[in-house]
């Protein structure tokens, strides 16, 4: 497992283009695990400050439940769907899956509102990129593990 600042240590450009991609949309799915193990999607905000890879959750929230009794989690940042003959211009999609480290209490940024939440830090075991090669002829997916580092493969 790893913090996120260890992947831009080690592979800056990959970080650096997942990053991208997580960045071009607000809003992210989350996969937890419900307390009878089957999965559960929930739409989750995420940020990428000081080296780390933050999300929240508000207080009584089902996924906070989920993270706080099994911290394994998969995050698929936002999905933008290849233009039929602008394939090429297709961005690709990155996904990082790990464990949620408590890491305190957050309150909302909206005046006005007294919620508060819990905030985690992920602690990374895998990060990948799917996306098109240049010609847009096959399927690349990257993908990165503290194990292994970066690997890629091309299928038709």
């Known amino acids: 497992m790893a913090a996120w600042r260890e992947i831009e240590q080690t592979?800056?450009?990959f970080a650096a283009r997942v990053q991208r991609l997580f960045d071009a949309g607000?809003?992210?799915?989350?996969?937890t695990l419900r307390a009878d193990g089957s999965p559960r999607i929930s739409g989750i905000e995420c940020e990428f400050v000081d080296g780390e890879l933050r999300f929240g959750s508000m207080d009584h929230s089902r996924k906070g439940a989920d993270l706080e009794r099994d911290p394994r989690f998969a995050l698929?940042?936002?999905?933008?769907h290849p233009e039929e003959g602008k394939e090429q211009e297709w961005?690709?999609?990155?996904?990082?899956?790990g464990r949620a480290v408590p890491a305190g209490r957050v309150a909302t940024a909206e005046p006005g509102q007294d919620e508060a939440g819990a905030m985690f830090v992920a602690d990374i075991s895998e990060v990948a990129i799917t996306c098109l090669d240049p010609g847009a002829t096959m399927l690349v997916i990257e993908w990165w593990t503290a194990e292994r580092g970066l690997e890629r493969v091309e299928r038709r």
Not at 76 to 80: N, R
Not at 91 to 97: D, L, N, R, V, W
Request: overall charge neutral.
């Open 76 to 80: 698929h940042g936002p999905t933008v």
């Open 11 to 13: 592979e800056p450009e």
């Open 91 to 97: 961005p690709g999609e990155a996904k990082i899956a």
């Open 26 to 31: 607000r809003h992210k799915t989350i996969a």
